[in-house]
C-alpha cells in the first residue's frame, strides 16, 4: 500500500485564498505518484465563508477532509487538534495564505524517505514584512536562544514534514497554552533543514498583529525558561545589597562628618524605584501563576463543531 501524506492546513477568514490554495497544492501531488495524499483543513472559527469554501471543495474531491472548531482557539489550539485528526505517516504543516511555498512537499518527502523525522523549511528572506517585524523576531530568538536550554530554530516557521513518530511525540504534549516552534526542537529526533524564500501573502490580511506577537513571544520565554524568574530573583539580590550598602553610607556619613541625611526627593526616588523592581517581579511571578492556574483547569484543548460534514457530540465520561 502507498504511504499516506497528510498535509494539514489551519484556516481562521481566510475565503480569499482557500482555493487557490487547493489548486496549488492539487498541482503539486498530482505529480507524486507514489503516494496518497489527504488535505486536512482546520477551521478555526472563521466568520466568514471559509468553511462553506472548505465544504465545497470537499463535496468535488475526497482528499479533502476538515474539522471545524467550535469556536476560534487559535492557530497554535488548531494545529494540535489537526494533528489528533492526521491519518498520514507524514504531516506536513502549511500555512492557507501562501506564503509557504506547496513546490517544496516533494524535497520534503525525499528526506523523509531518506530517514529524516522533521524536514523543516527555514526562511532565507521574508517578503512582505516590515523591517520592524523582522528585527523584533531576529531579537526574541536571540533572547530565547540565551534563556533555554535547548536549541530553538530560528527564521523557521510552522512549515514542515514530521513524521508520525515526531507526530505522536507532539500528542502527548497537551499543555493549554503552547509554543510548537519550541515544541518542534524540544522533541529532538532527526531533523533536516530546507531553505526557502518566504512570499507575501495572495490575498487577504495577516492575523498576526503586534500585539499577537507579544503574546506569542511571551508564551515561547515562559512555556521553554524559567530565566526571567532567575533574573528577578538577582535583580533583588543586588538592589538589597545596594540598598543596605547606601543605607550605611548614610548612617556613618551622619555619625562621622554629621551631615544631615538627603531629603524627600532622593527619598521618594529610591522607594518609586524599589516598588517598581517589585512590580515588575510580581509581574514576571504572575504570568508563570497564571499558567500554572490554566493548566490545573484540565478543559480540553479544543472542541469540534463538525469533522467531515458530521456533528461532534463531547460525550461526558464520568472519572
Not at 14 to 25: G, H, L
Not at 71 to 96: C, H, Q, S
Not at 165 to 179: D, G, I, T
Not at 242 to 262: D, N, P, Q, R
Request: charged share 25%.
Amino acid at each position: 500500500m502507498s504511504k499516506l501524506v497528510t498535509i494539514l492546513a489551519p484556516a481562521y477568514n481566510e475565503e480569499e485564498v482557500i482555493d487557490s490554495f487547493y489548486e496549488r497544492v492539487i498541482e503539486v501531488t498530482s505529480q507524486i505518484l507514489d503516494y496518497d495524499f489527504e488535505i486536512l483543513f482546520v477551521n478555526d472559527g472563521s466568520k466568514d465563508r471559509t468553511l462553506e469554501c472548505i465544504k465545497r471543495l470537499r463535496h468535488k474531491d475526497a482528499q479533502v477532509n476538515f474539522v471545524d472548531l467550535s469556536r476560534n482557539f487559535g492557530k497554535e489550539i488548531a494545529m494540535i487538534a489537526g494533528l489528533d485528526y492526521a491519518k498520514g505517516d507524514a504531516v506536513v504543516i502549511i500555512d492557507v495564505d501562501l506564503q509557504d511555498p506547496p513546490e517544496l512537499i516533494p524535497e520534503m518527502i525525499k528526506y523523509w524517505e531518506q530517514g529524516y523525522d522533521d524536514i523543516y523549511a527555514k526562511r532565507e528572506n521574508r517578503a512582505g514584512e516590515t523591517w520592524l517585524k523582522k528585527w523584533t523576531s531576529s531579537a526574541f530568538y536571540r533572547l530565547l536562544q540565551k534563556t533555554t536550554r535547548i536549541s530553538i530554530q530560528e527564521d523557521t516557521g510552522d512549515f514542515r514534514l514530521l513524521d508520525r513518530r515526531s507526530v505522536n511525540a507532539l500528542l502527548k504534549m497537551r499543555e493549554s497554552q503552547r509554543y510548537t516552534k519550541g515544541l518542534f526542537s524540544w522533541i529532538g529526533y532527526n531533523k533536516k533543514e530546507i531553505l526557502y524564500n518566504r512570499d507575501p501573502r495572495v490575498a487577504g490580511t495577516t492575523k498576526w498583529n503586534y500585539s499577537k506577537l507579544v503574546d506569542l513571544a511571551i508564551e515561547g520565554i515562559t512555556s521553554f525558561s524559567t530565566a526571567p524568574l532567575r533574573f528577578s530573583s538577582l535583580f533583588g539580590i543586588v538592589i538589597s545589597l545596594g540598598a543596605f550598602i547606601y543605607m550605611a553610607f548614610i548612617i556613618l556619613k551622619t555619625l562621622i562628618v554629621g551631615e544631615m541625611v538627603s531629603g524627600y526627593p532622593s527619598l521618594m526616588s529610591i522607594i518609586l524605584f524599589i516598588g517598581g523592581i517589585q512590580l515588575l517581579s510580581l509581574g514576571i511571578i504572575g504570568e508563570y501563576l497564571g499558567r500554572i492556574f490554566n493548566e490545573t483547569k484540565n478543559r480540553p484543548l479544543y472542541l469540534v463543531n463538525e469533522y467531515n460534514n458530521d456533528r461532534v457530540v463531547v460525550k461526558y465520561e464520568d472519572k
